[in-house]
Structure formats: C-alpha cells, structure tokens
C-alpha cells in the first residue's frame, strides 16, 4: 500500500495540449516588431508594440491561472516542484546575462571607447582628426558630434529609490518567514507593504524620467550615456514592474490561504524574482549614477 501511494505521489502530471505557446510566440513576434518600430521613430507602427503586450498578458494571465487551478487541485507532485525550481533558476541565470550584456557595454564605452576617442596613445589619430575638441568625460554630456545634456545626480530620486527597493526586500523576507511560521495576517500585510513599495519605486522612476526629459534634455538620444542609462534603467524598471505585478497576485493568494509552510513554492519564486532586481539595482545605483 505504502508502495503504490509513492508511486502515484511522483506521478508526473502531463497538461492537455494548449495553444498558449503559440498565442505566445505571435505576442513576442508582435511586441519586438513594434518596439523596434518606436525606437527608429515609426510612431503609428508602434501601436503593434501595444497590441503584442496585450497578447502577452493574455497568454500569461491564462496560463498561471490555469497553473494555479491545478496546482491547488493536488496534481503536481514532487517532482514537478523540482522542475519548476530548475525552470525558476535557469529564468533568473538568463536574466543575469541579460544585464551583464548591458554592464559590459557601459564598461566597454567607459574604459575603452572613451580612451580611445580622447586620444590615447595609440588612438591619438581618432582624436586629432576626427573629434579633436572632444574631452573624454564621463558621463558623457557633450557628444563629439556637439550635442550636450546633462548626467544624472545619484543623491536625488536615485538614492531614494534604493532605500525603498533594499528596505523591500526586507519586509519581503519578514513576510516570507510568517509563511513558514504560519502567521498569515503578517505575511498578508508584509507582502502588500511589499508590493505598494514596488508601485512607489515606479512612480519615483517615472517623475525621474519626466525630469530627465523635460529639464535636463537627457533622452534616449542623448549619445552613448543616454542610451546606455535608459537601457539599463529602463529594463530594470520593467522588471521591477513584473515583480510588482508578481507580488499583488502573490498578496491575493495569501488572502485566500494559498500557501502553506511545506508548499509554497510560488512565493518562492516571487521572492527569488524580487531580491534579484534589488541586486542588480544597487549594481546600477553604483555604477550608472555614482561612479
């Protein structure tokens, strides 16, 4: 008896074939054919990027609920736990590599590129006869070709924004431990609190960018410091946008009792998500607004 009630717990649970994938493929097709489109200046093409997000949504949106429904009707076993842990890990290496992408292009410009068009000695040509006023400043606010702008302070919105996103993480991990003690209206209200500092973080970042725009006429044209600042900034405000969005449905799962403390991996996950971008945002804090 013992035996055939293991064998039935590893049982691995197989899903109904599902379009979603599919849906899936079309959004992202659609979302990086608008977004290009907006970037190159094609502002009506650029609706698409709209219409793929909405795709987006609706796949994702579908699809967790459905993950949801059975995951709280008993079909997933140890082992799919363990797959979606490994998935859960992978997810975040590859997010590593995406912003590393983005950090080696700023310290490519910053300890090579700018050398180079300054003049070094072995670049002293590039210097004097292509941008021979040019001073190899950074963050860069005039452009050989002439343009200026202004760089961004770190002890403005910036350093605002990391105290909220460090203190975050810490209601986080204080929610997270009122789970496993089985402390529900403290792991409610500290994964709401959670969740409302990611929307603060938002707000914040968007009066920057306003700010940026309006009265420092630092754009994502504004050379290479303006669009390596709004590149990294950027991406990482849309993940923190993710997160946050995470974490609501997270706070709505608590409320209706979700989690336990031997089965919540969903949390989790959630909280893996969000302590990643605390990380890399204090890597960005240090190396795109201080140094």
Not at 70 to 86: C, D, P, V
Request: glycine fraction near 10%; charge should be negative; hydrophobic fraction near 50%.
């Amino acid at each position: 008896m013992s035996e055939q009630t293991n064998t039935e717990y590893e049982k691995y649970y197989v899903p109904e074939q599902s379009k979603l994938p599919f849906i899936g493929s079309i959004g992202l097709f659609l979302t990086a054919f608008g977004a290009g489109n907006m970037v190159q200046g094609n502002y009506p093409e650029g609706y698409i990027l709209y219409l793929g997000l909405a795709v987006l949504v609706y796949m994702l949106s579908t699809w967790w609920a459905a993950t949801i429904r059975e995951s709280m009707s008993g079909l997933y076993s140890a082992q799919m736990s363990r797959s979606f842990r490994q998935g859960m890990l992978w997810f975040i290496t590859s997010e590593v590599m995406f912003f590393a992408a983005f950090f080696g292009a700023l310290f490519y410009v910053r300890i090579l590129v700018m050398e180079w068009l300054g003049g070094s000695s072995n670049n002293a040509a590039t210097h004097e006869f292509l941008w021979p006023e040019f001073i190899p400043n950074w963050p860069m606010e005039k452009t050989p070709a002439g343009e200026t702008t202004q760089g961004m302070g770190a002890w403005g919105l910036p350093a605002i924004n990391t105290a909220i996103l460090l203190f975050s993480s810490f209601t986080l991990t204080i929610a997270h431990h009122a789970l496993i003690e089985k402390n529900r209206a403290t792991l409610i209200q500290f994964t709401a609190i959670t969740a409302a500092l990611g929307v603060i973080f938002m707000g914040l970042q968007i009066w920057e960018y306003i700010h940026a725009y309006t009265e420092m006429g630092l754009t994502l044209g504004s050379g290479i410091y303006g669009s390596t600042f709004f590149m990294l900034t950027g991406f990482h405000g849309l993940h923190v946008t993710v997160g946050t969005i995470f974490l609501i449905i997270l706070t709505i799962r608590c409320a209706k009792g979700h989690f336990t403390p031997q089965d919540h991996f969903a949390y989790e996950a959630g909280a893996w998500y969000w302590h990643f971008v605390d990380v890399v945002w204090v890597f960005l804090f240090i190396f795109v607004y201080i140094l």
